[in-house]
Every structure is written in structure tokens, then in C-alpha cells.
């Protein structure tokens, strides 16, 4: 059994991650969010303490955080999406795709699938179009990086994403 995370640990390991105060602060008040945020579960996915961010051209006032994670049993990667809403670091809403037994975890403006994402911020598939499932080709090469060099270290593989 994995030990329970304290919030001192939840804290750290977000800061690790490159994610602002605020975001920590809105994580650890919101339980929905933090369950339901990949790169928490240390025992599935690997993160790679480094973020993306974009800004839609359907709301360019809304900041999109990307997390990429390797998924551990799957072996690709799997990306995560926190909107910070409207940029004033006050709300935000993480969008995923949540396994069958944790679909609890919805909450309109808080937690919501990727399709809603999609539907969004995509336009028609010409902006976020399968990042859900990002090739590593299309990250950052700092990123890149870490990944690859994850991938050697552990002697990892990295399946295509699927389509």
C-alpha cells in the first residue's frame, strides 16, 4: 500500500513540477482536482518536472498549462491540461481523461474530460488536435530530453501514441 502523501509532500512535488503558488493553493483545495491530476500518481505515471504553456486562439486570455507524464503500464505519454481561467490565477479547471472508477471526480469547472477541452479550445483540430497523446517529437527539446533520457536510464520504451 503507498503511503499518504502529506500536504508538505503535495506541495514539494508540485513545486518540482514548475506549477505557481496559486495553482498549489487551488490543488490542495480542491480535492477533485488533486485526485484527479496524472502527475500525482507517482506509481503510474513518471513526470518530468516541466510544464508548456500556450495560449488558445479561441480565448487567448485563458493560459493553458500542459503536464506531460509517461504512462507506466501503457508506455506512452499522456498529457493533462490546467486552464488558468481568464489568466488572473485565480480558477482553474484541469482537463482529462479520467479512468472508469474515478469518473467521480467531474465537477463542471473544475475537473472536466479532454472532450470538453476539445470542444473549447481545439477549433476544429487545428490547434490542440491529439496533444492528449503527444508525440515527442512535437515537445518541447528540453522536454524531449528528459524524456529520452528517462527512457535510456530505465531502459523504457515509448509506444506510439495512439490516434
Not at 48 to 73: A, C, H, M, Q, T
Request: net charge positive; aromatic share 12%; glycine share 4%.
Amino acid at each position: 500500500m503507498e503511503p499518504i502523501p502529506t500536504n508538505e509532500d503535495i506541495v514539494k512535488y508540485l513545486k518540482n513540477n514548475s506549477l505557481r503558488d496559486e495553482l498549489i493553493d487551488w490543488c490542495l483545495s480542491h480535492e477533485n482536482f488533486l485526485g484527479a491530476l496524472k502527475v500525482m500518481f507517482v506509481h503510474k505515471f513518471v513526470g518530468f518536472n516541466g510544464i508548456s504553456i500556450s495560449y488558445p486562439k479561441v480565448n487567448p486570455r485563458d493560459e493553458v498549462i500542459g503536464i506531460v507524464v509517461y504512462d507506466l503500464k501503457r508506455k506512452i505519454l499522456k498529457q493533462d491540461f490546467i486552464v488558468d481561467n481568464d489568466s488572473l490565477h485565480q480558477t482553474f479547471t484541469l482537463y482529462s481523461k479520467l479512468p472508469n472508477g474515478m469518473t467521480n471526480l467531474y465537477k463542471h469547472g473544475v475537473v472536466e474530460s479532454i472532450t470538453s477541452f476539445y470542444r473549447k479550445y481545439d477549433r476544429g483540430g487545428k490547434d490542440y488536435q491529439r496533444t492528449h497523446y503527444p508525440d515527442i517529437s512535437s515537445l518541447h527539446p528540453e522536454l524531449q530530453e528528459r524524456i529520452n533520457n528517462y527512457l535510456t536510464l530505465t531502459k523504457s520504451q515509448l509506444r506510439n501514441p495512439p490516434s
